[in-house]
């Protein structure tokens, strides 16, 4: 057990590498009720929301999620977060544990008439179960249809008897679900998933597990890849940054630091399409000391897009936006 943000947390169970393999070929179970939750409710939480975050809180319909940012007023990070619309009034923002004191302090000090803005992350459990068999284990434990819910979306219903929200967004690089449950109610969730998944192969998995797989992933860690000096465009995530949205926290500053940014339609996403992108990569990486950054905006509609950076020189052309 090692302390982390405020939590005393396993850094590994029965082996990083075990829980590593298992998460890859069959599934694995973590535990991050640590992770800190921010309700926004009210008329004006669409409002309140959208100037919080640097992505388009209007892409969002009920039950969608969205990968997104509070940003300073310096453009760098506050933290990075997952949105839920829950509804048009009422949002449920997820942040990294260490900095849930300080994200919930200036999300209230930006707070306006119309939008209460809570701490709510007493309340919340979160279990992960990450890995290809997630999905058949977890189906017999609810009356959620997990195949109708998308990546980086979510449903209500119940997980083993619990009134649980469970959402498929991940931080593996596998397809798995996350369930948030009343935090008096993990402990029966967890060991009712352990459980079902015994004789799939399913075991806990702790700290270190989720770090490797993230890192192979090439998913960001706060305080390790980004943190309050580093700007999304430094950070090879400025797909995650809608500038023609509108007003929001950090925009005028990332406008003068991106001032020449290009966004490039590069049409359906396919294999000459993905030719096309490569070439633009290896050209412009050639000729340039520019950042390059894939974003998949429209995910249902296939469409690609490359977004350049005049920043530091980095190449990623893995990502995706939602």
Partial sequence: ????????????????????????????????????????????????????TCN??????????????????????????????IAADDY??????SNTPKDVAWAKQQESPGAAVEDESAVWAQLALQGPLAERVLQPLTDVKLADVGYYRFATGCVAGVTALVSRTGYTGEDGFEVYVHSDCAGAVWDAILEAGRSHGVIPAGLGARDTLRLEATLALYGNDIDDTTTPWEANLGWIVKMKKGDFTGREALAKAGANVLDINLGPA???????????????????????????????AME?????CKTRPMINSTSCSF
């Fill in 1 to 52: 057990m090692v302390p982390f943000g405020g939590w005393d947390m396993p850094v590994e169970y029965s082996g990083l590498a075990d829980e590593h393999r298992a998460v890859r070929t069959r599934a694995g179970l973590f535990d991050v009720s640590h992770m800190g939750e921010i309700r926004v409710r009210g008329p004006k939480a669409f409002e309140t929301v959208q100037r919080l």
């Fill in 56 to 85: 388009d809180v209007a892409a969002l319909d009920d039950g969608k999620i969205q990968y997104s940012a509070f940003l300073t007023e310096k453009g760098t990070f506050v933290d990075d977060l997952l949105t839920y619309r």
């Fill in 92 to 97: 449920l923002l997820v942040v990294n544990a």
């Fill in 270 to 300: 396919t294999k000459e399409g993905a030719e096309m992108m490569q070439w633009v990569v290896n050209t412009v990486q050639d000729v340039t000391d520019t950042q390059l950054c894939l974003d998949t905006t429209n995910a249902d």
């Fill in 304 to 308: 690609a897009g490359l977004k350049v």
